[in-house]
Structures are given as structure tokens and as C-alpha cells.
């Protein structure tokens, strides 16, 4: 299969600091990422669609300026999560389709990323 | 909206008896639907997918249109089987990019 990485594994942070949380494809160009977020005991929901060389599309309701995400390279999309705040404080989700191959379309998932806002 | 379903929060089993973990989709067209699995401390992982029509680890799931559903079942239930599980499907956009879905997702624990 197709590889996707996350990092850091998890993050403590201070209310009101930023925190990149980055995202690869190992093994694969994927062109779209997608970032989700999950709560305790909870289903995973999509923030956003990050497209490689232009703007990501966020969910309704998803603050653009909150979680900036940029997709600068065909293997790489970052999370940022601006002036965090406890209540921000949950596990992110990413994953990537390899565009073709056995494996097209099929949406392979990173480890996620444990971020607590103190 | 396109919404996947999963009634139950918690199924508990007994090693070796049947298993089958809900899940229903709002009608929309021809969905495409998948089934995650989540083991403990581990990333979510593609089990199957309903256009393969495949059997993964002994589990099958059946599209009913009929009745909407993508029920996953096995018919003799593993400690091993114990995970999360999550029903997915694909959003019908007018973009190129595959959006998923998920349903609120099952917690089995197949008890030995």
C-alpha cells in the first residue's frame, strides 16, 4: 500500500501559540490531501481539502484563518493551528490518494496527531 | 446531505458467534461505500470497499439498495476482530478531489 506520515505523533502547547502539524506521502505524489479532525470517541470529520498549488477548500464552519494549510509540494501538507486555545485541543487526522496506480482514489491515512492546548 | 449511519456506538460479541456492525446511507445516486477499521493505537485502515466485492479477514459487506444499507458481518467473530469500526462513503461533488464521509462509527469487543 501507500504510506502516509504525520508529525509530530503529539503536541503540548500554551493557549495562544501556533502549532504546525505536517503531513507526507512517503511513498506517492498525491496532488490532494485531506486534514481531518477527531474527538474523543468520535467520528473523524474533514476540515478541509488541501490542493497542491492553490487554496484549500475548508468545511462549513472550518475557520480558514484558524487552520491555515498549505500544500507546498506534491508530498508535503501542513496544518497550522493559529493562536491555539483549549478548546483546540484534539486529534488531527490526515490523509492522501495516490492519483493512479492499484491503490487510485483510495485514501490511505496518516497516524494522526495528538495536540493539547494548556 | 450525504450521510452514512452507524446506530450502534458499542457491539460486544463472544469469540465465535456472528457479528454484524450497521451501517446506513442517506440515498444519493450510486454511492461508493467503504468499511474502516481502527485497531487500538494503530491508524484507520481501508478493510473493504463495497465495488470489490470482497472478503477481508472473513468479513463481507453487502450492498442494499433496498434498504440502504452496507451491514458488515462475520460469521465467527476473533478476539483480533476487536476495534473500531467505521462506515464510509464517498461525496458526490462536482470536483475532482474524493471527499469521504464517515458514520459515527462501532466499537466491537469480541470477548474470549
Known amino acids: 500500500g501507500a504510506v502516509v506520515s504525520q508529525h509530530p505523533s503529539r503536541v503540548i502547547c500554551k493557549s495562544g501559540t501556533s502549532v504546525k502539524i505536517e503531513c507526507r506521502s512517503l511513498?506517492?505524489?498525491?496532488?490532494?490531501m485531506f486534514w481531518y479532525r477527531q474527538f474523543p470517541k468520535q467520528s473523524l470529520m474533514l476540515m478541509a481539502t488541501s490542493n497542491e498549488g492553490s487554496k484549500a477548500t475548508y468545511e462549513q464552519g472550518v475557520e480558514k484563518d484558524k487552520f491555515l494549510i498549505n500544500h507546498a509540494s506534491l508530498t508535503l501538507s501542513t496544518l497550522t493551528v493559529t493562536s491555539a486555545h483549549p478548546e483546540d485541543s484534539s486529534f488531527y487526522i490526515c490523509?492522501?490518494?495516490?492519483?493512479?496506480?492499484?491503490?487510485?482514489?483510495?485514501?490511505?491515512f496518516g497516524p494522526g496527531t495528538r495536540l493539547t492546548v494548556l | 446531505a450525504q450521510r452514512v449511519t452507524q446506530p450502534e456506538k458499542l457491539l460486544s460479541v463472544f469469540k465465535g458467534a456472528p457479528v454484524e456492525l450497521k451501517c446506513n446511507y442517506s440515498?444519493?445516486?450510486?454511492?461508493?461505500l467503504f468499511w474502516y477499521v481502527q485497531y487500538s493505537r494503530q491508524r484507520l485502515q481501508l478493510l473493504l470497499r463495497h465495488i470489490s466485492r470482497e472478503s477481508i479477514k472473513g468479513f463481507t459487506a453487502d450492498l442494499n439498495k433496498g434498504e440502504t444499507s452496507f451491514h458488515l458481518k462475520k460469521p465467527f467473530a476473533q478476539e483480533e476482530d476487536s476495534a473500531m469500526y467505521y462506515c464510509a462513503r464517498y461525496l458526490i461533488s462536482s470536483g475532482s478531489a474524493r471527499q469521504l464521509t464517515f458514520g459515527s462509527g462501532t466499537q466491537l469487543t469480541v470477548l474470549p
Open positions: 511513498d506517492f505524489q498525491a496532488t490532494t
Open positions: 490523509s492522501a490518494s495516490p492519483p493512479q496506480g492499484a491503490f487510485y482514489n483510495e485514501q490511505f
Open positions: 440515498y444519493s445516486g450510486s454511492p461508493e
